[in-house]
């Protein structure tokens, strides 16, 4: 499993070699990872479907007791089918739809990085890990969405999905902390059944509120849905990965993995309920009132995202059968359209639907399958949509709170949807032939077949739906929580109203498809709209972080040393004053008793040396002072049985001496261009800063600081760590983690120094 899960990463680290040696087949070569991935997953099936779920751990960080757990049930079996699935047929479409791009290579690494995230997320059963891997979609994401790095739209858009769902990261990994520290573990099969718990405990309102900031964030509910309509600055395999079966599901995947824990909360209904019917209907309005084809399927997905966490939120054993019938169906139409829509701008130059007509006699295959994909998102029979249509109105209606208002909003999303659909299958296909930017011809086969697969299947599972039950059953067992004995999928459950209701909103859809045209005159003042929603609060929030970064950088990043240390040494000022005001810390017991006539020398001259560094004129009479000032610290480390420090000090001192004396040789005298004022305000900061530090140390040294770990270093080091000398085992073993920070921060900055000095090199050639 481990090896499932990591594949991704390591054939994207592979791609740059074998994109040269596939050549025009790259994208064929690839999909074999995502095709046997689908394989490995379909082994599952049997033990799934049969009510198990399979628990597979690896040892992660075992002195933490921290593991990497892999839970294989319904739920997660269903999503790593569908993203190593539609994953193997983006990969294919990605290869035809860039040949030839000279960043190609870069888009398939960001595509296999990406399927491996979203396979690690809904695969972990750890917490930590999930929310890695939660980071990592997020990550491979923003490079997939600023592909085309060379368009500031991209760029913006990439910059604006990673802000917001990386904000919402934030506050889901304060959740999940939350969550596990109330639950008392950290694995997910522990915690599920600790609903009453979680529950009943106090923190339990700010846990949810975190966990939901973060679900709502990354699948786009309102009022953070902005930034999945810009994210189609994207290519379109892009689009349709992202669309159909990953990121954006990421947020749904966990709100139905948590389902089982927080069922019954007032506040989780009512939540996912409200947030989930609103986003739906804003999702379905702004599709019908778009002109872009990756929009228009954008906003439909705004509207299933929204409905999925409306179906989720009401909880009913019918609803969260609804829920999972219609991610499978909305996974295979979504998939099938954004490829159709890619393959339609591919060949014509276009994606505006009103520059597109006619189009069905050029491209026959391309308009089957559209129309067959279109049909399952209308809802129209004999198509899977059509199944999950109803038993979303079947939801509704018997939604425990909100019935009325939760089935009123569907119906209008029914309607607006019927219509948007239209704008995808009848304005490129039907009237009169267009003219547009590229003569319109049918895609090479690589581009039409992952819609004419994922088209077909969708037919398929309409017409024999019992094909699909056991993964659905299983899937739904995982989100309630107890085993579905029964679940029966059928096209005709008799003349029923939510029958009625999807009759209405086909004929009403219609209706507004008809009136398309004239209403978006009429409407047409109303497309700046938008323009004072939530994107525009966005907008205000990064003019915000701009004028605050540019303060920030004229009062405290100002270039000027003094000004640097005069702002740690205010900070540290107050803290230590706030320290001992608010928990009467110091300690004052000075006494002089054992102080030796040898350590009073010394301490004088270091207070000389530093006066005379500080009053002097001269710049070599300041480094001199300094260099008293070093040897004396010697001398304290030798009295004080430190010989090899005292060594090192002195290295260093004499080695800065000569060198600031060779450098400042020929450099005038110190020019004083401060004020008193400024002085007598630097001598004031200084002189508090010295008793505050002074004051610290007194209360220290006087201070029970409980057992020294002295004992168990010299102990330890030798038969635990390995190492004799026991300065070398603290550095690389028991600071292991400080001393790597020590080094990458070194290795940056020599990184910086190598880029300078090669672009200055470059400019003089």
Not at 115 to 123: E, F, I, R, T, Y
Not at 413 to 420: E, K, L
Request: aromatic share 10%; hydrophobic share 55%; charged share 10%.
């Amino acid at each position: 499993m481990l090896v499932a899960v990591v594949a991704g990463f390591i054939l994207a680290a592979l791609v740059p070699s074998l994109a040269p040696l596939a050549g025009r087949r790259i994208g064929w070569v690839l999909a074999l990872l995502p095709a046997t991935l689908f394989g490995y997953f379909i082994g599952f099936w049997p033990e799934v479907t049969g009510g198990e779920a399979v628990l597979i751990s690896y040892s992660w960080i075992p002195s933490l007791d921290i593991s990497l757990n892999f839970l294989v049930d319904g739920l997660s079996l269903m999503f790593a089918l569908l993203i190593s699935g539609i994953g193997t047929f983006i990969l294919i479409y990605a290869g035809s739809y860039l040949e030839g791009h000279k960043d190609i290579h870069k888009l398939l690494m960001y595509l296999l990085a990406f399927m491996a995230s979203m396979l690690g997320l809904v695969l972990s059963n750890n917490l930590v890990s999930l929310f890695v891997f939660w980071e990592l979609t997020s990550i491979t994401s923003y490079l997939l969405i600023g592909f085309n790095h060379e368009q500031e739209k991209a760029r913006k858009a990439a910059l604006q999905g990673l802000i917001v769902t990386v904000g919402g990261g934030l506050a889901l990994m304060t959740g999940l902390i939350l969550l596990g520290y109330l639950g008392g573990s950290f694995e997910l099969n522990e915690l599920l059944g600790q609903g009453e718990v979680l529950q009943g405990h106090p923190l339990f309102l700010l846990m949810m509120i975190l966990i939901l900031a973060g679900t709502f964030t990354k699948s786009a509910q309102t009022p953070f849905h902005f930034w999945l309509p810009n994210a189609m600055a994207a290519p379109t395999p892009v689009s349709a990965y992202l669309h159909s079966a990953t990121m954006v599901k990421a947020g749904v995947y966990l709100m139905a993995r948590l389902q089982p824990a927080m069922a019954g909360s007032e506040a989780w209904l009512y939540a996912l309920s409200l947030f989930g019917g609103v986003t739906m209907t804003v999702g379905a309005v702004m599709a019908v009132c778009s002109t872009d084809l990756k929009r228009i399927l954008a906003y439909s997905t705004v509207m299933a995202l929204g409905t999925l966490t409306m179906l989720i939120g009401i909880g009913t054993p019918y609803a969260l059968k609804a829920a999972m019938v219609f991610l499978l169906a909305h996974a295979l139409y979504k998939g099938a359209l954004f490829m159709a829509a890619g393959t339609l701008d591919h060949e014509t130059g276009t994606k505006d639907v009103r520059e597109l007509g006619g189009l069905r006699g050029l491209m026959p295959w391309t308009a089957a399958f559209t129309w067959v994909a279109a049909l399952a998102l209308a809802g129209i029979p004999p198509l899977f949509g059509f199944i999950a249509k109803e038993l979303m109105f079947e939801a509704a209606l018997g939604a425990p709170v909100l019935s009325g208002l939760l089935t009123g909003l569907a119906l209008i999303t029914a309607v607006c949807i019927v219509a948007a659909t239209a704008l995808v299958a009848v304005k490129p296909f039907f009237g009169a032939l267009q003219p547009t930017p590229k003569k319109p011809h049918e895609a090479p086969l690589a581009m039409r077949l992952g819609f004419s697969v994922l088209a077909s299947l969708g037919l398929l599972l309409g017409l024999l739906p019992f094909l699909a039950e056991p993964l659905l059953r299983a899937a739904v067992s995982a989100v309630t929580g107890t085993p579905v004995p029964d679940l029966e999928l059928a096209l005709w459950h008799g003349i029923n109203l939510p029958l009625l209701l999807s009759l209405t909103a086909l004929a009403a859809g219609a209706l507004l498809f008809r009136q398309w045209m004239p209403l978006r005159t009429r409407l047409a003042g109303l497309a700046a709209l938008p323009g004072y929603g939530p994107e525009r609060g966005y907008d205000k929030m990064m003019d915000g972080l701009v004028r605050l970064a540019g303060w920030q950088t004229r009062v405290l990043q100002n270039g000027y040393m003094t000004n640097y240390i005069l702002t740690i040494l205010l900070t540290t000022i107050a803290l230590l004053a706030y320290a001992f005001w608010s928990r009467d810390a110091f300690v004052y017991s000075l006494s002089f008793e054992g102080v030796r006539f040898h350590e009073v020398i010394i301490s004088m001259l270091m207070l000389v040396a530093v006066v005379y560094a500080s009053a002097t004129h001269l710049r070599l009479g300041a480094v001199a002072a300094i260099g008293v000032l070093g040897f004396a610290m010697a001398m304290i480390y030798v009295f004080f049985s430190a010989p090899d420090l005292a060594i090192t000090q002195v290295l260093i001192e004499t080695l800065t001496v000569i060198l600031l004396v060779l450098v400042l040789f020929r450099l005038p005298g110190f020019q004083d261009l401060s004020s008193p004022r400024v002085r007598w305000r630097d001598a004031t900061v200084a002189g508090t800063f010295g008793i505050l530090v002074a004051m610290m140390v007194l209360t220290v040294n006087q201070s029970s600081l409980g057992a020294g770990i002295s004992d168990y270093l010299v102990a330890n080091s030798y038969p635990v760590a390995h190492g004799r000398n026991i300065v070398n085992v603290i550095l690389v073993d028991y600071r292991a983690l400080d001393t790597l920070g020590e080094i990458f921060v070194l290795a940056l900055a020599a990184i910086g120094v190598n880029a300078m000095i090669r672009f200055r090199w470059e400019d003089q050639k």
